[in-house]
T-cell receptor
Framework: AQSVTQLGSHVSVSEGALVLLRCNYS??????LFWYVQYPNQGLQLLLK??????LVKGINGFEAEFKKSETSFHLTKPSAHMSDAAEYFC??????????????FGKGTRLSVIA | DTEVTQTPKHLVMGMTNKKSLKCEQH?????MYWYKQKAKKPPELMFV???????INESVPSRFSPECPNSSLLNLHLHALQPEDSALYLC???????????FGEGSWLTVV
């Protein structure tokens, strides 16, 4: 069964600083990995995803993530934080080879605060 | 276009009421989902429909009753809810079950 661990329930960065949100997963088969963002009082928006191919994935709003199989990680980064990036970020894993599995397993989420 | 539309955005209902949440997508997706999200928690899967047939029911109480009238619509019928059922209910869809999931904006439910 898959699982996702997001290190740090709350991360605070200064505007213009590097954003790094950590995600580690466990899966018995090659996983599909996702980052979703949830702004206050809104639904979840897909930021980026890794399925196959290039391990460095670029998403919307300047975010990117790198799939590192040896470290079982899929950390999310952005070179320069903007005030509008303040939100809750969820890492999720999907095991597409086992039919009937829960479609997405979410981490507990990391709340990103951006300080002016 | 990855739009999933949910109505109503806010719903307040009493414990004896019957109400419904509605979800619509016009992306030709054949899998649709209901998730429940409590404050400061990740979404929890409730139901999955694949090709209009119930595929996954995550042991949800019978006071929640899903319905998929056609490939574009998904309803969640609510009856005799409890205050602890108050949450954000998210609808989502994907091209097929197991593909990338796209979420709607959610319906905020308060049970009084």
């Amino acid at each position: 069964a898959q699982s996702v661990t997001q290190l740090g329930s709350h991360v605070s960065v200064s505007e213009g600083a590097l954003v790094l949100l950590r995600c580690n997963y466990s899966s018995s088969v090659p996983p599909y990995l996702f980052w979703y963002v949830q702004y206050p009082n809104q639904g979840l928006q897909l930021l980026l995803k890794y399925t196959t191919g290039a391990t460095l994935v670029k998403g919307i709003n300047g975010f990117e993530a790198e799939f590192k199989k040896s470290e079982t990680s899929f950390h999310l980064t952005k070179p320069s934080a903007h005030m509008s990036d303040a939100a809750e970020y969820f890492c999720a894993v999907s095991d597409l080879e086992e039919s009937g599995n829960t479609p997405l397993v979410f981490g507990k989420g990391t709340r990103l605060s951006v300080i002016a | 276009d990855t739009e999933v539309t949910q109505t109503p955005k806010h719903l307040v209902m009493g414990m004896t009421n019957k109400k419904s949440l509605k979800c619509e997508q016009h992306m030709g997706h054949r899998a649709m989902y209901w998730y429940k999200q409590k404050a400061k928690k990740p979404p929890e899967l409730m139901f999955v429909y694949s090709y209009e047939k119930l595929s996954i029911n995550e042991s949800v109480p019978s006071r929640f009753s899903p319905e998929c009238p056609n490939s574009s619509l998904l309803n969640l019928h609510l009856h005799a809810l409890q205050p602890e059922d108050s949450a954000l209910y998210l609808c989502a869809s994907s091209q097929e079950q197991g593909n990338t999931i796209y979420f709607g904006e959610g319906s905020w439910l308060t049970v009084v």
